[in-house]
């Protein structure tokens, strides 16, 4: 059947022949013997069978027997019941699982040479247990071995040198095969050479030899075992380095592929909410952490790594190279950070910094954006240090994306110094120690201690204080910066084992690392930087000596320790904040439910806004006076502040003068510079307070309402206070009202008797008003009367008594002469003084006598103008049959007409300014003011205070804490 299937169908016996040999068999054709003599059908039908036999691949021998047969039967009829689609599609995924695995693997460098270097782990430590075993059988064998007097005569001291050579060779031994063997040393699970060799030496010692020959044997020995070892280092270096460059190569390829993944994944999510990075959500932690307690003061902060270390110990340096971008600015010795510096480092498409408050991205790959990036740093450290500090408390937050970048938070601080210049403040030492140890006394903070490899360890200052804070050594990781002239410098590399073992410095660590950062020249790049601290460990003789382990070099090692550590914390101490943050929040919620209950918890902001749109509402408000009201108001107001100067420089000089032609004339000329010197610009500003009465007056009805809030009176009378005093009418406005009051002011025709009246009525009123005004001065002057002396109890003074006195003889002087001038005469005077010494025997001068006369004589000539008033009510018909101003005497009339209408005219005017400009104008520097103060917390805190106002405030802080908490937990749960 077989041979049928292969001449017939080839193809389907290579496939029979492929899945025979999956089976393990192989499928041999055997050609047939040639016939030497006739054969039946028998014999010649089973020769042909067995042409096809099936064969062991592992021993190639013939399996022809019907097990082997059947075997192949199953084959053939299991092949004929499978589906070719599940044969289709496992062969498929195979062979695609198949070729990833392979790609992989040719990625992965190739460590198979290796086998032949490094002995098992197996073999070296039955190698170290022979040592160890060998070791005290000879001691103890050697010990007791007993020498004849002879030898000891002539090996005595020999055999002493010869112990303690012994001793040593054997405990160098020991550690080297602790340590690991070189190529061509002895095998550790072999001891023939290494335990045999021993008792043949001393044997030998045992029978007089040459000792120069020993002593040659020695330095020969000695010199090929450290050749060996010198050897050993360098392989091993060069494995180590060969193996950093290959994970840096998968590093940077693997750097290439998340920055295109991070790039398609912006752009697939593009038009929905991009999700937030782990360390971006821990950093926004921290920003509401310090935000809720800038002091910190409290436990209550998640984990940061905080770098400290001398001035110019290379901690920026550091910093920088776990950020791959020289993002800080630099100098020869001098102090360059100011301030603290918050670092988040995150992962992202591109290499970028941004700063906390600013939408501006930096490249990080260009070099002019780097420099401007420096120069923003240094510029923002000047500007947070104030009242002649040198260093500020004030933090600097900054965000650096970039693909591969390890994530965590780090906080540069200032270099602590053991001097202070006569350039720095007298409190600068203190200051940054001060800061040092506030930052570092949170028991969540990563210390990364910074300690300069090239000058002697006495001199750190660093070391002392981070003991000081974490003499346990939990929380720190030092690193040893300037390696490299550390190795030219020191002549001891027991110094430098010494400190990176933790036995030098009185402190401890979780770790310690030796790092390179630089050549001394500020223009190297950072990958100039990490190609020149690769070189100096693959030449260094500190490392080739085993001073360090390669664990313990390069910053890449130090980036990954401390990334993991503080991730590690980060777990460890999330949920604890959460909690704490959760009970001082149900405390102050509880506080504020017993003493502001059916009250919303509106913060500062909050209250502020609400306050802000109370005060726009009044000033809106504005526009829903009448004009008739604002008419009214401005007409009030315009007489308010005029009536005096009416009066005392129009009015009462020209009716003084006892003529109407002169009354007339004195009236047009005191008109005339009246308006063209200060009345405009008064009325301009009477315009100005009957705005900012009328605004005042809306405040004053909201504070009378039942919802008023008291809480929001500081803003809105501050705000409108500062915005009436900035205002400024506007200048054109002077000249209108200037043209308008002239053209007003010299119109003396009276119209109709409407008008007339209103201008009696006017006259009466003023008159009256100044009459009140003088009758109190009177009053005043001339001390209680009667009635009040005895329903009050109060006494008149002698002054009060000789005013009374010198009243009553003016009011008889005027009573006997209606027509006496503004004036006293001299005799009046002397007759005055004389009849009140006669009559009440009170003695009074002359200038007493003055002061009386001017109100008495005002009082005496009101109530005259009073009288002629009232007789001009009915005069309008004699006024206008245009009779002689002898038989007319109303020129006061006249005059207070010409006022009113000037008064209305100014009134409308202003009125129309305010409606149509000034109002808005109003409005508009309200909402500037307003607009100012909102982004001005020291402002608002300054108007927005009261418990109320700072529970809420604290209550606000600590629920955003919370949130973030939870949300970071959320997310930190969800990446595990």
């Not at 047009?668 to 315009?687: N, Y």
């Not at 309402?705 to 200048?731: G, M, S, Y």
């Not at 307003?930 to 927005?944: F, M």
Request: proline share 4%; aromatic share 8%.
């Amino acid at each position: 059947m077989l041979r049928r299937v292969h001449s017939r169908c080839p193809h389907v016996w290579g496939y029979l022949g492929v899945q025979a040999q999956r089976a393990g068999l192989l499928l041999v054709h055997r050609q047939p013997p040639a016939l030497t003599r006739p054969e039946s059908k028998y014999h010649m039908l089973a020769r042909h069978r067995q042409q096809w036999l099936l064969v062991s691949p592992v021993t190639a021998a013939p399996a022809g027997t019907r097990g082997v047969g059947m075997l192949v039967a199953r084959i053939v009829r299991g092949l004929l019941k499978i589906r070719y689609l599940l044969i289709g599609g496992t062969l498929a995924g195979g062979y695609s699982i198949q070729k990833s695995y392979e790609d992989f693997k040719k990625g992965l460098p190739d460590v198979g040479w290796l086998h032949g270097i490094l002995p098992s782990t197996e073999a070296v430590d039955a190698f170290r247990g022979n040592m160890i075993k060998f070791k005290d059988k000879f001691r103890d064998s050697f010990s007791a071995f007993e020498f004849d007097a002879k030898t000891k005569e002539l090996y005595g001291d020999k055999m002493g040198e010869f112990r303690e050579w012994f001793q040593q060779r054997l405990d160098d031994a020991i550690k080297a095969s602790e340590a690991g063997r070189a190529p061509g040393d002895p095998e550790p699970g072999d001891d023939s050479s290494a335990l045999g060799a021993a008792p043949a030496v001393a044997l030998a010692f045992t029978r007089p030899q040459s000792t120069a020959e020993d002593t040659d044997k020695t330095k020969q020995e000695n010199e090929a075992l450290r050749q060996k070892l010198d050897a050993l280092q360098r392989e091993l270096a060069e494995v180590q380095l060969k193996y950093q460059r290959e994970l840096e190569r998968v590093e940077r390829d693997n750097k290439e592929l998340r920055k295109r993944l991070l790039l398609r994944a912006t752009e697939t999510v593009a038009h929905r909410k991009i999700k937030k990075s782990l360390i971006d959500m821990y950093s926004e932690v921290l920003d509401e952490l310090s935000d809720y307690d800038s002091s910190y003061s409290t436990a209550d902060h998640l984990p940061r790594v905080v770098v400290v270390g001398d001035q110019s110990s290379g901690k920026t340096s550091v910093l920088e190279m776990i950020a791959r971008a020289r993002i800080f600015p630099r100098g020869a010795g001098e102090m360059m950070t100011r301030a603290p510096v918050k670092v988040t480092l995150s992962e992202g498409p591109y290499h970028i910094a941004q700063f906390k408050d600013s939408s501006r991205e930096f490249d990080l790959g260009s070099e002019a954006d780097l420099k401007e990036l420096r120069k923003e740093v240094e510029l923002r450290m000047l500007n947070s240090v104030r009242g002649g500090k040198t260093v500020s408390q004030e933090v600097i937050s900054m965000t650096v994306r970039g693909p591969g970048l390890p994530r965590m938070v780090l906080v540069d601080l200032p270099g602590v110094i053991s001097t202070e210049t006569v350039e720095m403040a007298a409190d600068t030492r203190r200051a940054i120690s001060t800061m040092s140890e506030s930052h570092m006394a949170n028991p969540n903070a990563i210390i990364l201690c910074i300690q300069d490899g090239s000058i002697d360890a006495e001199r750190s200052n660093v070391t002392e204080l981070v003991s000081r804070m974490d003499p346990t050594g939990k929380r720190t990781i030092f690193v040893l910066t300037k390696v490299d002239l550390a190795e030219e410098n020191l002549a001891n590399p027991d110094r430098i084992r010494k400190i990176l073992s933790g036995k030098l410095f009185p402190m401890k660590a979780l770790g310690y690392f030796a790092v390179v950062t630089g050549r001394g020249n500020k223009d190297d790049s950072i990958d100039e930087i990490r190609n020149y601290e690769e070189q100096f460990f693959q030449k260094s003789k500190l490392f080739r000596s085993g001073v360090m382990s390669s664990a313990q070099c390069t910053t890449r090692n130090l980036s990954l320790a401390v990334s993991d550590r503080f991730w590690k914390m980060v777990r460890e101490t999330v949920e604890q904040q959460a909690d704490a943050f959760k009970a001082t929040r149900f405390n102050l919620e509880t506080e504020w439910k017993n003493n502001f209950p059916g009250q919303r918890e509106l913060d500062r902001d909050e209250l502020f806004e609400k306050a802000r749109g109370e005060v726009l509402d009044e000033v809106v408000n504005l526009s829903m006076v009448s004009p008739k009201q604002w008419e009214e108001a401005l007409n009030r107001k315009l007489w308010e502040k005029m009536a005096t100067y009416v009066f005392e420089k129009v009015y009462l000089p020209a009716a003084q003068s006892g003529s109407a032609g002169t009354f007339n004339t004195t009236v047009d000329i005191k008109l005339k510079q009246w308006a063209d010197d200060s009345l405009p610009r008064r009325c301009v500003q009477i315009g100005w307070e009957t705005l900012e009465e009328e605004f005042k007056k809306f405040m004053s009805r909201s504070e009378r309402r039942k919802d008023h809030e008291p809480l929001f009176d500081p803003v809105k009378h501050a705000a409108v206070e500062e915005a009436l005093r900035d205002h400024d009418w506007e200048q054109r406005a002077v000249e209108q009202l200037r043209v308008i009051q002239l053209n007003t002011l010299e119109d003396r025709a009276v119209h109709d008797k409407r008008q007339w009246d209103a201008a009696v009525a006017f006259l009466e009123q003023s008159i009256k008003d100044k009459m009140q005004t003088t009758d109190e001065m009177l009053a005043e002057m001339a001390g209680p009367g009667l009635w009040e002396r005895w329903l009050h109890w109060r006494s008149a003074t002698p002054e009060h008594r000789r005013r009374a006195a010198v009243r009553a003889e003016l009011e008889r002087t005027l009573h006997a002469d209606h027509d006496h001038p503004p004036q006293l005469g001299y005799d009046e005077i002397m007759a005055i003084r004389n009849n009140v010494k006669t009559s009440c025997g009170l003695e009074v001068d002359s200038e007493l006598i003055r002061d009386t006369w001017r109100p008495v004589y005002r009082r005496f000539f009101l109530r005259r103008a009073l009288a002629r008033a009232y007789d001009c009510r009915k005069a309008f018909w004699l006024y206008h049959q245009a009779v002689s101003e002898s038989e007319c005497d109303c020129n006061d009339v006249v005059l207070f007409w010409r006022i009113q209408q000037m008064m209305r005219a100014t009134a409308n005017t202003l009125r129309q300014q305010i409606v149509n400009r000034e109002a808005r104008r109003l409005e508009k520097r309200v909402k500037e003011v307003l607009e100012d103060w909102s982004v001005d917390e020291e402002k608002k805190r300054s108007l927005l205070t009261g418990r109320r106002v700072s529970l809420a405030e604290e209550l606000k802080r600590v629920r955003q804490v919370q949130e973030r908490l939870e949300e970071f937990i959320n997310a930190l749960q969800n990446e595990k």
